[in-house]
């Protein structure tokens, strides 16, 4: 993407930027620059990933021996209900628009900062005591009703802590409504001049369709979540049928925001997946505008397959058809976006670096997932795998494997931009290998328990089923060490790492054009555009 502006003065870390403008405990906690806040939820969103990777590794090493060596049935009931309250609230669903969203946005479309920078704040601190509340449930006993919150257990039977668990899972929505409100108003009125609809990264344009899932379905899981609480304390009997409720009910309200949720996790990931291939790849995206409009019509078609959840809660044969038949619908797009990633591949001159490897995994995971996801988007299989670990490994390798492989692609393709240093490259490959690696160990084996009959969330199981538990469990191990080692080598590269430079991976787009780390209004004059978007060709022939 070319651009016209004076040229910068880069001298990495000598000169003033958005790390070294202002110092200070209180210059970061009082920040609106959006650079700084996402740092802030970098911080934040990694503390609980760990904290939920390790719920799910003692649940693991519980699963070793069937006969319930470890913890009791009501404690690993809790610790699975805390394994997905944090993963898919606290990590999942904030870390890309959190981080990268954030970082990335204002840069790529030639703005400042986001259009409500004091929201962008409130956002994060409103995670923050999001995070505080699900903290306490922890320390008061936990909560045992599953990261689904099914009723009429959740209203009646679970423990006190249900209702601050919901309180901190419906602030955690509100705070994602302020990033997403955000986002949308900065796309729509901040782009630098010449940056048309069809010139922007296609990041931004699956952080777009993603904000506007969020906008929609979130408010949805919110009023659910009041409903909740209201007949937790209240005994309102809108869920309960010893008092007239429909439990039923909950799960349309649930699943119409939670279906949706999976592509709050999967479209931003698509969004970098995008970036990276057509970097690594040295040509420009195949198919350009599909990508953009398959992400678009991913955040609409997703809001009418939630009825897939209920293929056996009784709902009508005729809804069930037409529920199967939007599901796969909603995998069209998805299709599309891997098509045009294996075109963009074809015949480039791929460069194989460690986001490289990280986004060659995110293919790999998420085609998985995606094929998986036909078996319970038809009524005749569903039926049969429903609730067994058939439906635990395919929900991890879409919302798991493949988003967090995205995730720690993005990390170490903009690593440099926001640190200025660069990483161990050796380290960073194997990291990548030997996440992919343990992610197929551990969830592998959970298709086959799966299809042949183990039920999920199960405490005690049948002899039978050990050996391929225990294998699930050492995948977990080696799933876990290759987790820990970015963390480590990441952390040391601050001190360390080489100096990285402005664009120490020759990509083109405007975030490449400031300084690594940028200053803290990100240019000094706004950024014209004046090509398409990806002219890696004119790129090529300029060097």
Same mark, same amino acid.
């Given at each position: ?39 802030? @939820? ?23 021996? !069937? ?8 404690? @690993? ?167 007239? /409720? ?13 279906? !949706? ?25 195949? /198919? ?112 798991? /494997? ?77 799933? /876990? ?7 480590? @080598? ?54």
């Amino acid at each position: 993407m070319a651009v016209t502006s004076p040229p910068l003065d880069l001298k990495g870390h000598d000169q003033e930027n958005y790390l070294n403008w202002a110092y200070g405990v209180k210059s970061w906690l009082l920040t609106t620059d959006h650079k700084r806040i996402a740092i802030l @939820y970098l911080i934040s969103v990694t503390f609980f990933f760990f904290l939920g990777s390790l719920a799910a590794f003692v649940l693991r090493i519980d699963l070793m021996t !069937p006969q319930a060596d470890l913890m009791t049935s009501d404690n @690993y009931n809790r610790s699975f209900t805390i394994h997905g309250v944090i993963m898919v609230f606290l990590f999942l669903i904030p870390a890309i628009p959190g981080v990268f969203g954030n970082f990335l946005l204002p840069i790529m479309i030639g703005a400042k900062d986001l259009a409500f920078p004091k929201i962008n704040l409130g956002s994060w601190y409103v995670y923050i005591i999001s995070g505080m509340f699900i903290i306490a449930v922890v320390l008061w006993g936990g909560v045992d009703t599953g990261w689904t919150f099914y009723t009429p257990y959740s209203t009646t039977y679970a423990n006190s802590a249900v209702v601050l668990t919901v309180v901190g899972v419906f602030l955690v929505g509100f705070s994602s409504i302020m990033t997403a409100l955000n986002f949308i108003v900065t796309i729509h009125k901040m782009r630098a001049p010449g940056l048309t609809w069809f010139r922007l990264p296609l990041f931004i344009w699956a952080m777009y369709a993603t904000s506007i899932i969020i906008m929609l379905g979130t408010p949805v899981l919110s009023a659910t979540l009041i409903l909740v609480g209201l007949e937790r304390i209240l005994g309102m009997g809108i869920f309960n049928p010893a008092l007239g /409720g429909d439990p039923v009910l909950f799960q349309h309200l649930f699943w119409f925001y939670s279906h !949706p949720a999976v592509y709050i996790m999967v479209l931003p990931a698509m969004g970098v997946a995008s970036e990276l291939i057509t970097c690594f790849s040295r040509k420009r995206v195949f /198919g350009y505008k599909f990508i953009a409009m398959s992400s678009m019509a991913i955040a609409l078609i997703g809001f009418l397959v939630w009825g897939h959840h209920m293929f056996v809660s009784g709902q009508s044969v005729y809804a069930g058809i037409v529920f199967s038949l939007l599901t796969f619908a909603v995998a069209i797009p998805s299709a599309i976006k891997v098509f045009n990633w294996t075109a963009t591949l074809y015949k480039g001159t791929i460069h194989l670096q460690t986001p490289m490897f990280y986004v060659l995994g995110f293919i790999g995971l998420f085609t998985i997932g995606g094929l998986t996801g036909l078996f319970l988007g038809a009524l005749a299989t569903d039926v049969h795998v429903h609730d067994t670990y058939f439906v635990v490994a395919h929900f991890h390798y879409v919302m798991v /494997g493949a988003t967090v492989m995205a995730y720690l692609g993005a990390l170490h393709f903009w690593w440099p931009k926001m640190t200025g240093r660069m990483y161990p490259e050796a380290l960073g490959i194997l990291s990548a290998v030997i996440i992919f690696i343990g992610f197929n160990l551990t969830f592998m084996p959970q298709f086959i328990m799966g299809y042949v009959g183990m039920p999920r969330r199960y405490h005690v199981y049948p002899d039978e089923f050990q050996a391929l538990h225990v294998a699930s469990t050492l995948g977990s191990t080696v799933l /876990g060490i290759g987790y820990i080692l970015p963390l480590c @080598y990441l952390i040391w590269s601050l001190r360390f790492g080489k100096e990285a430079g402005p664009n120490p991976w020759g990509a083109v787009g405007l975030e490449w054009t400031t300084s690594s780390p940028p200053i803290h209004t990100n240019f000094e004059v706004t950024p014209v555009v004046t090509t398409e978007a990806y002219d890696y060709e004119n790129l090529e022939e300029e060097v």
